[in-house]
């Protein structure tokens, strides 16, 4: 895509007590979000999909979107 991807997940500093099961990081309850990848403004380091940041959970910004997804 075009822009950072909004994630369920809380911020976190690091992984250490990352669920191990694939389920989003919710707890404890943050104001901060993680966005991953980069956007069409971003420089090469943060294009990488393995590239992740916080934002503020209501900031709007041109260049963070979120992909849709359902279990099945």
């Known amino acids: 895509g ?5 994630c369920q997940d809380n911020f976190h500093f690091s992984y250490d007590g990352a669920p191990t099961d694939g389920s989003a990081w919710v ?3 943050s104001s ?3 966005i991953k ?4 403004y971003s420089g090469t380091p943060s294009s ?3 590239y992740r940041i916080f934002i503020p959970q209501r900031q709007v ?3 963070v979107g ?3 997804a359902r279990t099945r």
């Open 37 to 40: 990848g980069g956007s069409y």
């Open 27 to 29: 707890s404890p309850d």
């Open 61 to 63: 910004a041109a260049g």
């Open 2 to 6: 075009n822009v950072f991807e909004y």
């Open 48 to 50: 990488r999909v393995s």
């Open 66 to 68: 979120f992909r849709l």
């Open 32 to 34: 901060m979000r993680v």
